[in-house]
T-cell receptor, first 116, second 114 residues
């Protein structure tokens, strides 16, 4: 079983739609969860991070973590054409040996297109 | 906003040749990383570097790879003898402190090994 699974899409939605992006993971030692956005020919850019179950909101973006189900989500409200990009989930392990900050395990990425 | 700069944006080399990929991290950052992404695959961690030492490396980062911070501004990844399977996009990243979850990525160097 892959450590982090993410549906690559592609996902195409009309402007203004609510977008739901998801990842599942298998290792319960993942404790820090991030969402990155990657535009074409650019590096990943951090959107949000969280380290606890529950919701975290930042403007039109909401990150949700359910550690019991090993499932994380990113919701985008009122989606805009400028949101068209690849969205990557990423996670960091933390266990008795310590936390590997900076060693991110990424999902495959979901390609999102928001059309006007 | 400060950014991580990578050069060149695209590098073509012959199999067996040595290549050096260059990065200029954000100036007050102390932790540096290399990641790579083979076409159609996930972004993968290669190595982390702090205080002129490798902090952690993945199994991908074998003896053919090395990293260096030759001066106060550059961070390099050297591949000693390139293989076809080294063809990938290589991303440099930096962060300001170890506990920081915010990595800043460069735009990448596309390495093509022929």
């Amino acid at each position: 079983q892959k450590e982090v699974e993410q549906d690559p899409g592609p996902l195409s939605v009309p402007e203004g739609a609510i977008v739901s992006l998801n990842c599942t993971y298998s290792n319960s030692a993942f404790q820090y969860f991030m969402w990155y956005r990657q535009y074409s020919r650019k590096g990943p850019e951090l959107l949000m991070y969280t380290y606890s179950s529950g919701n975290k909101e930042d403007g039109r973006f909401t990150a949700q973590v359910d550690k019991s189900s090993k499932y994380i989500s990113l919701f985008i409200r009122d989606s805009q054409p400028s949101d068209s990009a690849t969205y990557l989930c990423a996670m960091i392990l933390a266990n008795a040996g310590g936390t590997s900050y900076g060693k991110l395990t990424f999902g495959q990425g979901t390609i999102l297109t928001v059309h006007p | 906003e400060p950014e991580v700069t990578q050069t060149p944006s695209h590098q073509v080399t012959q199999m067996g040749q040595e290549v050096i990929l260059r990065c200029v991290p954000i100036s007050n950052h102390l932790y540096f990383y290399w990641y790579r992404q083979i076409l159609g695959q996930k972004v993968e961690f290669l190595v982390s570097f702090y205080n002129n030492e490798i902090s952690e490396k993945s199994e991908i980062f074998d003896d053919q790879f090395s990293v260096e911070r030759p001066d106060g501004s550059n961070f390099t990844l050297k591949i000693r003898s390139t293989k076809l399977e080294d063809s990938a996009m290589y991303f440099c990243a930096s962060s300001s402190y170890a506990g920081g979850l915010k990595l800043f990525f460069g735009s990448g160097t596309q390495l093509s090994v022929l």
